[in-house]
């Protein structure tokens, strides 16, 4: 996210919006880091079958960008 593609490390929390916002509100947290919350949450029997969350917090950028990827990546994987 840093202008070198695949990279994974954002630059700013506007690269990440760019990326993830579609599906998730991302934000500063008031006390320091990041949070993300779905837009439109999902089931208690989605989350547990493909082992997803409504709601995230990071400390970094980029550690939230690695979360966002894993969920993004686990949202995709076919059950079975």
Avoid: F, Q
Avoid at 26 to 47: D, K, M, N, T, W
């Amino acid at each position: 996210m840093t202008g070198v593609p695949g990279d994974p490390t954002p630059g700013t929390i506007a690269i990440l919006i760019a990326r993830y916002g579609r599906h998730w509100l991302i934000s500063e947290a008031v006390g320091g880091g990041y949070y993300a919350v779905r837009r439109h949450s999902l089931s208690e029997e989605v989350l547990d079958k493909r082992k997803l969350s409504n709601v995230m917090c990071a400390g970094t950028l980029g550690e939230m960008a690695r979360r966002l990827a894993a969920e993004r990546e686990r949202e995709n994987r076919p059950l079975g």
